[in-house]
C-alpha cells in the first residue's frame, strides 16, 4: 500500500489519496500532520475519510499534541467505555498506550469487531500511532467495510434484516460494569447517509426480534458475511504510521502473530455524536 501515482484518486488536489482496495481503505501522502492543517486540507482530509472508511498516513513521527489536534479536526475526544487491561495511561490523559511485547498475555482486537459497540453512542473513529514495529514484519491490522457487505447481500436478506434490532453487549469482554444497548441490525450512516450492516461477533449477542436458534444462525452467517476478503483491507505497519478508522462503518482485527516482539504506539478516540440511526 505505497505511494501509487497510477491509482491515485484525482478527486482531491490538496493531499494525496491512493485507494488500497476496491471497498476500503486509502493511503493519505503530501501532509505533515506534525504541523496545523489549512482548510483545504482539513476538507479533503474529511472528505477521504468518509469516502474510504479508514486512512492511512506513512512517516509521520507525531507528538501527543500533534495526534490530539489530528483527531479534534473530525470531532471531540472521548474514553474507551471498559476498564482496558491492555492499554495504559500516559503523561498525557487525552492519549493512550498501546504496547505489547513478550510479558503481554493477549493481542487486543485480535477478532473482527466495531470498538465499543455495547455503548448507546458508540466512539465516532479511533486514531492509532505506531511508532514500533517487529523487526520481521507482523501485527498487521485488516480492515473491513460494512457498506459493502451490505451491498452484497441479496435484496431478500436486506429487507428481512431492515428493522430488526440486535442486543450488544460489553460485560464478556471488559468485566462488570460495561454498558450494553440495543441498535439497528441495519443503520444509515450519520454523514454518508449510505446503508451498512452493523452487527459483531464481540459485542453482538442477540437478534431481539428472533428466537435463540433463529438469531444464531443469521448472527452467525452475518457475522461471517462481514468478515470475506472482497471488502477487506490488510494495513502493513511500518514504524511512525498511523491508521484512523471510521469506526461507524467498518471492522477491524489486530493479527496476533507477533509475540514476543515489540509493537507499541499511542491511540486517541473520538466520541460519537449519536446513537446508530435506523436505516
Ligand atoms: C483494536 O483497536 O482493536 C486494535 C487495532 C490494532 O492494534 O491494530
Known amino acids: 500500500m505505497d505511494s501509487d501515482p497510477i491509482h491515485q484518486d484525482r478527486e482531491f488536489s490538496s493531499i494525496s489519496v491512493n485507494p488500497c482496495s476496491p471497498n476500503i481503505g486509502a493511503e493519505i501522502g503530501s501532509i505533515d500532520l506534525t504541523q496545523p492543517l489549512n482548510d483545504d486540507t482539513r476538507d479533503e482530509l474529511k472528505r477521504a475519510f468518509i469516502k474510504y472508511q479508514v486512512i492511512f498516513f506513512r512517516e509521520q513521527q507525531i507528538s501527543f499534541d500533534d495526534h490530539v489536534r ?36 493477549r493481542v487486543s482486537g485480535d477478532v473482527f469487531h466495531t470498538d ?82 452493523y452487527v459483531n461477533e464481540v459485542f453482538t449477542m442477540k437478534i431481539n426480534e428472533l428466537s435463540e436458534q433463529e438469531s444464531k444462525s443469521i448472527l452467525d452467517f452475518l457475522f461471517r458475511h462481514c468478515t470475506r476478503p472482497e471488502w477487506t483491507c490488510r494495513f502493513r505497519w511500518r514504524p511512525h504510521s498511523i491508521a484512523f478508522w471510521d469506526n461507524r462503518c467498518t471492522q477491524h482485527m489486530a493479527i496476533s502473530d507477533y509475540l514476543p516482539s515489540i509493537r507499541s504506539g499511542y491511540r486517541v478516540q473520538l466520541d460519537g455524536e449519536s446513537s446508530p440511526l435506523p436505516a
Open 116 to 197: 465499543q459497540s455495547c455503548a448507546k453512542v458508540p466512539p465516532l473513529g479511533s486514531i492509532l500511532y505506531n511508532h514500533t514495529l517487529p523487526p520481521n514484519g507482523g501485527g498487521d491490522t485488516l480492515f473491513s467495510s460494512m457498506y459493502a457487505a451490505y451491498d452484497a447481500l441479496s435484496t431478500r436478506m436486506k429487507v428481512y434484516l431492515d428493522g430488526l434490532t440486535a442486543n450488544h453487549d460489553g460485560v464478556p469482554t471488559f468485566g462488570e460494569g460495561t454498558p450494553n444497548a440495543d441498535h439497528p441490525v441495519i443503520v444509515k450512516h450519520p454523514e454518508s447517509g449510505k446503508k451498512l450492516i
Open 70 to 105: 489530528l483527531a479534534e479536526y473530525f470531532g471531540v475526544l472521548g474514553a474507551h467505555v471498559g476498564k482496558s487491561t491492555i492499554s495504559s495511561t500516559t503523561e498525557d490523559p487525552r492519549v493512550r498506550k498501546f504496547h505489547y511485547d513478550a510479558t503481554t498475555p
